[in-house]
């Protein structure tokens, strides 16, 4: 999905601009849609024009797939996060339970990504515009001029400008503040300490998926290596620090996709004892490697059950500290706490001097202020940020 960016006057503008096409994004853009065709009492909502950009050639953010349908991102939804479970029954999505793990938590069947699909597949192409990189926000008079670069053909990019009277920005808090990004005037003083001081969960992480042609493993072993894992990073340090079964088996013979049997590392890589400068290809067959015989030893030293796990047949490596576009740090050292509810976070900025309505909103998972830094918390955002929309347009 790909398509140009609209054409706008600062005396055109759109009514809201949403900045980043990660879970948040996109449902915002799947309730503006709604709220467009909706009738409100005044009828303000009919001419309500938006649009979404992504930096990334794809949608999705902290949520994406290999090719063989495994999340490299987001997985787990819990029981009580009921905006996600409304959401999966909505979009028609199979479940699949983590069976080693006991608090009911499951995954999608194919993906979390069909989730991002799900909700792509319901907007028209024209509303979204990917590979376009918000580079400046500037308040002008009433209205929000945007500076974007956008690629045209390959690393080539040209400069669009589009003028909006409100954005939604849903990246990471931190990306507000990365060296190519300038806010005009300077957002709060609060807003900017809030957001250096913000954590984006996970964007640390690498995972490592192990593929094999049939199961090796059971409930029993996974449980193992999981306390193994535990004991082993308390106690000796390591790369690895969890682990979990994100096979795929169809339940019912009218699936046609086939079955998967893989299992996937989360891991904090170690990068001063790599060669930053290596090719990807090869840095990442010797991570996978490591990462493998991390896994070897801990089995050795703490698993006393029979199954003993063969060489892997494939694995995929996903670092996500080298988004640029999620993550301000491409060799972290530490996952970092997982984010605390913080208001300053979710507070909106600039009042127009017409009416009393804001001009910059803040939607995204870490602005969330009950399940921030989890999926739930993306979609949570992105409901709160439509009620105060509502309210401007009543
Ligand atoms: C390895 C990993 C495992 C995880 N596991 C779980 C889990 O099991 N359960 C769970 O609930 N959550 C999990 N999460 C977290 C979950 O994936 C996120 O909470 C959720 O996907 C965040 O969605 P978002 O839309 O708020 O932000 P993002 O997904 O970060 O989306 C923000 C988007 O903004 C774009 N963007 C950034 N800057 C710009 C710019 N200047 N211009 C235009 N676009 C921009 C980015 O490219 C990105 O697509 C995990 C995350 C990771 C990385």
């Not at 009828?43 to 992504?54: D, I, M």
């Not at 992480?205 to 306390?227: A, D, Q």
């Not at 070897?296 to 030293?301: D, R």
């Not at 017409?354 to 830094?373: C, K, N, Q, V, W």
Request: contains cysteine; glycine residues 6%.
């Amino acid at each position: 999905m790909s398509s140009s960016i609209p054409e706008t006057t600062a005396s055109s503008p759109l009514t809201v601009l949403i900045v980043g096409g990660g879970l948040s994004g996109l449902t915002l853009a799947h309730e503006l849609t709604a709220l467009n065709q909706s009738t409100s009492p005044n009828g303000s909502y009919k001419h309500l024009k938006w649009h979404l950009v992504e930096s990334q050639n794809y949608l999705g953010g902290r949520i994406k797939n290999t090719s063989s349908r495994i999340d490299m991102g987001g997985a787990w939804i819990w029981p009580f996060q009921f905006k996600m479970h409304t959401l999966i029954r909505d979009l028609d999505l199979k479940m699949i339970r983590q069976e080693e793990e006991d608090d009911g938590r499951v995954r999608i069947h194919n993906g979390a990504a069909c989730i991002i699909d799900g909700l792509a597949n319901r907007l028209k192409k024209e509303f979204v515009t990917l590979e376009a990189s918000v580079t400046a926000v500037e308040k002008v008079g009433n209205i929000v001029k945007v500076t974007l670069n956008h690629s045209v053909d390959g690393p080539a990019t040209e400069q669009r400008i589009i003028y909006t009277k409100q954005l939604i920005w849903t990246a990471p808090p931190r990306m507000a503040l990365s060296s190519h990004i300038t806010w005009t005037p300077p957002l709060s003083h609060s807003k900017i300490s809030a957001q250096q001081q913000s954590n984006t969960w996970m964007s640390s992480v690498t995972k490592v998926i192990f593929g094999y042609s049939e199961k090796h493993w059971n409930v029993t072993w996974l449980r193992g290596m999981r306390r193994g894992i535990f004991e082993y990073n308390r106690f000796r340090g390591g790369e690895v620090f969890d682990l979990y079964d994100s096979s795929i088996i169809s339940s019912s013979s009218s699936d046609d996709d086939s079955n998967i049997y893989a299992f996937t590392v989360f891991a904090l890589v170690e990068w001063n004892r790599y060669n930053k400068n290596e090719s990807r290809v090869s840095d990442d067959e010797t991570i996978a490697r490591r990462i493998f015989d991390e896994l070897l030893s801990i089995q050795s030293s703490t698993i006393q059950s029979s199954t003993r796990i063969p060489e892997y047949t494939s694995f995929t490596v996903h670092h996500w500290s080298q988004i640029s576009s999620i993550s301000d740090n491409p060799f972290p050292n530490s996952v970092g706490n997982h984010p605390h509810p913080n208001p300053v976070l979710s507070q909106p900025e600039w009042k127009c001097n017409e009416d009393e309505r804001y001009m910059i909103y803040f939607a995204g998972t870490e602005s969330d202020l009950h399940s921030p830094g989890l999926m739930e918390g993306a979609v949570g955002s992105a409901y709160r940020v439509m009620d105060e929309l509502r309210l401007n347009h009543k």
